[in-house]
């Protein structure tokens, strides 16, 4: 290579961003179409919001004190000069959407489902990456504590369906506007008598907002969390009783969950249930999924004042902890030679597409045996062979690869074999 020539940059992902391949997308669609129909059952719709916003949306939804807006958000000035953010998260999205679309005014029960990607300028780990993808559940005002129990069962039974057991869930209430106010007073003050003890961020977040203290991963402060006082301690009655009506919902489920009194999920607009699922032996990054209730956010927005509940699950980290490998596809390959027999292997992979069969032909011209061993290098179960001979009888030949057996007839009889062993 000569000085004058620049080395050639070599073309890879964006670094936190991955490729979903052939062979993995397979799982993904299975884990996307179990968690749909499981969705449904209980009356969710699924509801589709853009990837963009505005990006105050966040500031005023997700909270302008959370880590997402003042550290990870992907924000960018538009050429209309309109500050935009890449979703960080999906619950500001749909408020949005209620308000604009006044989907409180339908009379249709308010409960929603959404699968998508997510963008958070984060740190790029073993399951964690930057633009990653995940299922959200939301409810729209129902505000019985029997609806937020309904919820985290719900979130049980996807991950039960799925297979993944060996985990633990967690509840707690983070109060209202009403008693927390005086709750973050009292977390004030008792860190600051362990300032010293606090991270650079921690000692920051004393003044902005000391719950988030609680969400450090930092172990010297996780440390002197455990001694500040405990949110169940400040509860108005209202958060009170709706807790304990949580709790006696998930009883009637027969449902184990453990109270964790330091558990208050990483955003600002989280009202009295929050809840996680957490994977035992999971370590540090351990949350399968999470999410709350937000009782203040649709009335912040100037929509009107309903409350809210919902849920955030990671498909990456759930992927991950399933033993799903793709199933086998029972796809026909259609084995041709010649100009006459091309036009007719054309017409019947169209009639077998039609029929809901997975049919291949490719146009490479490779003779009988390269495209038989084609076929076999390509797992196909069948191999429908068009010659002069089947062209002049009508009649084409089916093998079927597995058994090495092998058949003739019409298309329709073919075709019915096929369908029969689908």
């Known amino acids: 290579m000569s000085a004058e020539t620049p080395a050639k940059k070599e073309l890879t992902a964006v670094k936190g961003t991955h490729d979903i391949l052939p062979g993995e997308v397979e799982v993904w669609q299975k884990v996307e179409t179990v968690a749909a129909r499981l969705f449904e059952s209980y009356g969710y719709r699924e509801l589709r919001a853009p990837v963009i916003e505005h990006t105050e949306l966040f500031e005023k939804g997700t909270g302008e004190t959370t880590d997402i807006v003042t550290k990870e958000m992907y924000t960018f000035v538009d ?115 362990v300032r010293d003890r606090l991270c650079p961020d921690c000692r920051r977040k004393i003044e902005t907002n000391p719950l988030r203290i609680f969400d ?60 996680e699922v957490i994977a035992l032996g999971g370590g540090q990054q351990n949350a399968v999924l999470g999410g709350g209730r937000y009782d203040d956010m649709m009335k912040d927005f100037g929509g009107p004042d309903i409350c809210g509940i919902g849920f955030a699950l990671g498909v990456e980290r759930l992927v991950a902890m399933l033993a799903l490998a793709p199933e086998p596809r029972k796809s026909l390959y259609v084995v041709h030679m010649g100009d006459k027999a091309r036009a ?18 490719e146009y490479a011209g490779r003779g009988f045996k390269a495209q038989f061993s084609r076929a076999n290098k390509l797992g196909a179960a069948w191999v429908l062979i068009i010659g002069d001979d089947e062209l002049a009888k009508g009649f084409f030949k089916l093998k079927d690869m597995a058994a090495g057996t092998q058949i003739e007839g019409a298309p329709d009889a073919l075709l019915a074999v096929i369908k029969e062993k689908q």
């Open 344 to 361: 007719e292997a054309i017409r019947l992979a169209r009639m077998f597409r039609r029929a809901g069969v997975e049919t291949l032909i």
């Open 216 to 275: 450090c991963k930092v172990e010297g402060c996780r440390e002197a969390a455990r001694s500040f006082p405990k949110i169940s301690e400040f509860l108005c009655p209202e958060c009170r009783d709706h807790f304990a009506g949580v709790r006696a919902a998930l009883d009637l489920y027969g449902l184990r969950y453990k109270v964790d009194p330091n558990m208050v999920r990483g955003l600002d607009y989280y009202t009295k249930t929050t809840f």
């Open 79 to 193: 050429k209309g000069g309109r500050s935009i953010t890449l979703r960080p998260e999906y619950t500001p999205s749909v408020a949005r959407a209620i308000v604009e679309h006044r989907l409180d005014l339908l009379g249709l029960p308010m409960r929603y489902y959404y699968i998508g990607p997510m963008f958070r300028y984060d740190k790029p780990q073993k399951g964690r990456y930057r633009q990653f993808h995940q299922m959200d559940v939301e409810v729209f005002n129902e505000k019985d504590p029997a609806v937020d129990a309904e919820i985290i069962e719900m979130a049980d039974a996807l991950l039960r369906t799925l297979g993944v057991t060996q985990t633990e869930t967690l509840i707690n209430s983070v109060g209202c506007r009403a008693c927390r106010p005086a709750y973050s007073q009292a977390l004030r003050e008792a860190a600051g008598l």
